[in-house]
């Protein structure tokens, strides 16, 4: 009888056959897997009732002409200074009170440094709220007689 003790094998993990195992699952995703690039950005752009308010009684209402001339709640403006305007922006917002709204109302040809213009006195007066006026472009075509 052989009463030797035997020396116990630690049992030994083959990774080989995991790793192609592995392999194989990766190439299988990469093949099945479908790549879509994007040409454009596709929005859905969000929705409102444009019903008119019946009440404008804060508003300031500033038009910019196609030659740069000015014009606060159809009043003229002499000059096109920032501080022209500024004044006349002013004079408006004490008789309407601090709150107002400035709704600028520009051509489409005037130039770019004309609304900056009002926006520019209209910070310097303290007004915050500033708006743009446009038209519905059903309103443009009629205008333009098409």
């Known amino acids: 009888m052989n009463f ?15 790793i192609d195992v592995l392999l194989v699952i990766l190439i299988f995703l990469m093949l ?14 969000p929705v409102a009732d444009t019903e008119q308010q019946r009440d404008h009684p804060k508003e300031v209402v500033v038009a910019v002409a196609a030659d740069g001339r000015y014009a606060v709640n159809k009043t003229g403006v ?15 917002a004490t008789a309407i009170g601090k709150d107002s709204v400035v709704i600028i109302s520009a051509d ?9 213009t009002v926006m520019e006195a209209a910070r310097r007066v303290g007004l915050t709220q500033i708006t743009f006026a446009t ?7 009629a205008a333009n007689g098409r």
């Open 4 to 18: 030797r003790p035997r020396t116990k094998e630690e049992p030994e993990i083959n990774l080989i056959p995991f």
């Open 32 to 45: 099945t897997t479908t790549y879509s690039k994007f040409t454009e950005l596709q929005l859905t752009l």
């Open 78 to 92: 002499d000059g096109k200074s920032v501080d022209a305007v500024a004044r006349a922006l002013r004079d408006a």
């Open 108 to 116: 489409a040809l005037s130039p770019h440094q004309a609304v900056v």
């Open 135 to 141: 038209q519905s472009s059903a309103g443009a075509r």
